[in-house]
């Protein structure tokens, strides 16, 4: 008897969520028919220097289905991640959601398996340890996840030969236009080979870092973001052969890997971290992650035409907006603006310059390979008091230094 009430209360509650799924793509479509409508008030002409997002007035063909692949392992909050991945996800059928769980955790897998048809749950099938030199013995945990990560991509694109996929971690909440924001960079990915990734995550978006009222703003980056990423099977052939054994995430961010190329990512984050526990011990969590910024309004990104993003039109546009921001020292940042303040630029001439004035904005200070989070061309761009901030390094940069880590 207590086996059967289980399984009526689990198939009311999937009964449940395809009902609120019908109900959310309803409302959707009743957004999208206000957004097509004639009396809509016209977008305003963005100046012609600003990096802005225009009216696309390109017609859309078939969307392509794009997985989310969520990597679990033995956190049984993972019900919060697939909860508001279900809810904003416009279709079933475009966004399948596959859960590739490590770690054999009962709980967690329990957690999994009560989503029904709703979610594919695959499972890593080596939970054996792996073997590490004895000096890593304490970083086992992440010569696991680099071994998962393998598998599952391996999955993703060789077993159900999916064509580009967006990879979440079980510890990640998704803004509500976080399928809108990937499906219209996705055709930026195919288009422009300097591109190698796409990502919803945004470093240094702590609350007072960014403008939440510009959450429409792209960049391009440098910094490879991760949490929450696309990247298309292609970028999987090249780096499949010569995956790592551990730390992946650093390994990505290496010039070897990167190659020159950039990614994208938002003004506002379309992602936070709920997981302080974890293999990192909850590095950087208390200082930084839990004050994330997610973004919590729908911007409809597959009807801007972004364009601007590619590589030639972003580089002219972007690095005459930052260095002809006026330069002030950190001094006269600190005080309080006056009104209408536009841009401006602090410029860092080394490392040590560059890691004194992070610390002293707020920004996370830390580089791999030379490379600053956020940043594009040596250039990290937040806010500040109200006012947009350029820490940039002199306009005759010429590279990273792979030194700077």
């Given amino acids: 008897l207590p086996a059967q009430l289980l399984q009526l209360a689990q198939d009311a509650e999937a009964e449940l969520r395809l009902q609120r799924e019908l109900l959310l793509q309803i409302q959707q479509l009743g957004r999208l028919h206000r957004q097509k409508s004639p009396q809509k008030t016209p977008p305003k002409t963005p100046k012609p220097a600003e990096l802005t997002p225009k009216p696309s007035g390109i017609p ?19 019900r919060r991640c697939l909860d508001k991945i279900l809810r904003y996800r416009p279709s079933a059928r475009r966004f399948p959601v596959i859960v590739s769980q490590d770690c054999g955790h ?19 099938p080596d939970l054996s340890d792996v073997a590490v030199p004895p000096e890593h013995r304490k970083f086992q945990g992440y010569y696991k996840i680099s071994r998962h990560y393998r598998w599952a991509l391996g999955q993703v694109f060789r077993t159900f030969r999916y064509r580009a996929a ?11 236009d976080f399928f809108e924001y990937f499906q219209a960079v996705l055709p930026l990915l195919q288009q422009d080979r300097s591109l190698w990734c796409a990502s ?18 792209l960049y391009r980056t440098d910094f490879f973001p991760g949490l929450g990423w696309l990247l298309l099977a292609e970028l999987w052939d090249e780096l499949e052969p010569k995956w790592p054994p551990a730390f992946w995430d650093d390994w990505m961010r290496q010039p070897e890997q990167r190659r020159g190329r950039a990614c994208v990512r938002p003004e506002v984050s379309r992602t936070m971290t709920f997981g302080r526990k974890g293999v990192s011990h909850g590095q950087f969590f208390d200082q930084y992650l839990k004050f994330i910024k997610l973004n919590d309004r729908f911007v409809p990104f597959t009807q801007m035409d972004l364009s601007y993003l590619k590589k030639d039109e972003y580089e002219r546009l972007f690095l005459r907006q930052v260095y002809s921001a006026p330069e ?21 001439r080394g490392r040590d310059s560059f890691k004194a004035l992070a610390k002293a904005l707020g920004l996370m200070d830390d580089l791999k390979s030379g490379v600053p989070r956020a940043g ?30």
């Fill in 376 to 405: 594009y061309r040596g250039v990290v761009t937040f806010v500040c008091r109200g006012r947009r901030v350029f820490l940039a390094p002199p306009s005759d940069w010429t590279g990273y230094d792979p030194s700077w880590s």
């Fill in 166 to 176: 967006i990879v979440v971690e079980d510890d990640l909440e998704v803004a509500p």
């Fill in 106 to 124: 009962a709980e967690t897998a329990a957690v999994i398996a009560s989503y029904g048809a709703a979610v594919a749950h695959i499972r890593q």
């Fill in 200 to 217: 919803a995550w945004h470093d240094n978006g702590k609350e007072g870092l960014v403008d939440a009222g510009r959450a429409e703003l």
């Fill in 328 to 348: 002030i020292h950190l001094e006269e940042l600190q005080k309080e603006p006056g009104r209408d303040s536009g841009p401006v630029r602090l410029q860092y």
């Fill in 60 to 78: 859309t063909g078939e969307a392509p289905v794009i997985p989310v692949l969520v990597l679990a392992c033995d956190r049984s909050s993972v």
